[in-house]
């Protein structure tokens, strides 16, 4: 599987986790101050921009360690630009999936980027 497939199905089972657990998935793979956001969610009330990473093996500290200090800026320009729309509430979340011997682990953390 190449890495824009792999990106798209992470993307389909974070989004399908996500509305699993009671989130609305309002857009895919949108621009939002010159950022391609993975996912925008509503999660009672509050907009959430997900980031979703996807990641065959854990050879390199997993989904969770591509969430570096150039991404976490990136992701912030993107939720200042929603809150430059008019919503006041913007959470930042993480969905991590991983491909392993037991099948597809998937970790989400909750405003692991503070707005």
């Known amino acids: ?17 996500l509305e699993l657990i009671g989130m609305s998935v309002t857009a895919r793979n949108v621009r939002l101050g010159g950022v391609e956001v993975d996912l925008v969610a509503v999660d009672r009330g509050t907009q ?21 200090g150039p991404k976490r800026a990136r992701l912030l320009r993107a939720a200042g630009a929603l809150n430059g729309s008019g919503c006041e509430d913007v959470r930042i979340d993480v969905v991590a999936v991983e491909r392993s011997e037991q099948g597809v682990v998937l970790r989400h953390y909750r405003g692991v980027v503070t707005t």
């Open 1 to 17: 599987m190449d890495t824009g497939s792999r990106g798209r199905a992470g993307e389909a089972l974070a989004a399908a986790y």
């Open 48 to 68: 959430v921009l997900v980031e979703v990473k996807y990641r065959g093996r854990g050879d390199f500290g997993g989904p969770e360690a591509a969430i570096d």
